[in-house]
């Protein structure tokens, strides 16, 4: 019998003072309450009850295990009108993750507008490009930029992660606009330090074209990228979210706009759950309506 089921029988015996008066509220016969109450007692070892024919008495131990059932059974109430709570109204500590360059460029900000509309929940944010285990490292929610390789979730696709070539205006004063992507071979390129092979490919009405680079300068993340192209060092490569904010002000120019760069999936997985909480929920349509595809 289910422990906490023979809990419940045993306080409303108590209260009630027989089996008999018990068995209506309970909708439970007085033999299927007989047999909660000594599933109870041979999991404890001792009597809680003292037996006649008419009524029921609680024991010494029948009393202190009464105020341990009142309790615990609070305690559950509680914490089921608090799950309760939690699926209605967007409420507790929600762990997401998200690649550097868009989370810290796109996401982050976007979140203002988030907090604001759920103020019951706590978001704790884990931004970095490793491909983080969702189920394995507890996190809820997970943002991934590329190819998917795991069934087990559910994708929702968000805007595609768009590339976009750069430079500084004062590198391109002094070394010169270049005006189609076969002119790279004479500027100073900036690529990824771990690329294998550093090839850009741009599709323009005439096809799509490949250039093989020789970057001048190297650097393992996109924020030290974007630093080299501010600092006027050459062309760069990198995320639309990386550079969108440096494009607005002038500080860097973008090349080549009648030509597409390549662009890659991006995409919100959680776990397949059909009694989804509130506060992912929440999250979930908020970033799908904040980045469509």
């Known amino acids: ?19 008999a008066a018990a068995a209506k509220p309970l ?12 599933a109870l007692e041979e999991d404890l070892g001792v009597r809680l009850l003292n037996r006649t024919t008419r009524r ?25 009108a608090d799950l309760l709570a ?4 967007p409420r507790g500590r929600l762990r997401v993750s998200a ?12 979140l203002a507008d988030y907090l604001a509309a759920c103020p019951a929940v706590d978001l704790a944010l ?20 590329g190819p998917l390789t795991d069934s087990r979730l559910i994708a929702r696709p968000l805007t595609p992660y768009r590339m976009v070539v750069a430079a500084s205006p004062a590198y391109l004063a002094r070394m010169g606009h270049p005006t189609a992507p076969e002119e790279l071979a004479h500027h100073t390129c900036l ?3 771990y690329a294998a092979k550093s090839k850009w490919r741009f599709t323009g009405e005439d096809g799509t074209v490949q ?17 080299a192209a501010l600092a006027g060092i050459g062309v760069v490569m990198q995320p639309e979210a990386l550079l969108a904010n440096d494009l607005a002000a002038g500080r860097l120019v973008a090349l080549f706009p009648d030509h597409a760069l390549p662009s890659r999936p991006m995409t919100l997985l959680h776990q397949k759950d059909r009694r989804m909480s509130a506060k992912l929920r929440s999250f979930i349509d908020f970033v799908t309506a904040r980045f469509p595809p």
Not at 1 to 19: H, N, P
Not at 132 to 137: F, K, Q, S
């Open 1 to 19: 019998m289910d422990r906490f089921d023979s809990m419940r029988v045993f306080t409303r015996v108590a209260e009630a003072g027989s089996f």
């Open 27 to 38: 909708t439970l016969s007085p033999t299927m309450i007989a047999n909660h109450i000594r």
């Open 56 to 80: 029921q008495s609680l024991t010494e131990a029948g009393t202190a295990y009464l105020a341990h059932c009142h309790s615990v059974l609070a305690q559950m109430a509680e914490m089921r």
């Open 86 to 89: 939690q699926r209605a109204e």
């Open 99 to 110: 690649p550097v360059s868009f989370g810290v460029e796109r996401l982050i900000p976007a």
């Open 126 to 145: 884990d931004v970095n490009d490793r491909a983080v285990d969702l189920v394995d490292e507890g996190y809820e929610a997970v943002i991934r930029i």
């Open 191 to 193: 690529a990824f330090r």
């Open 211 to 227: 250039i093989a680079v020789q970057p001048r300068l190297e650097v393992n993340s996109g924020p030290g990228l974007r630093a």
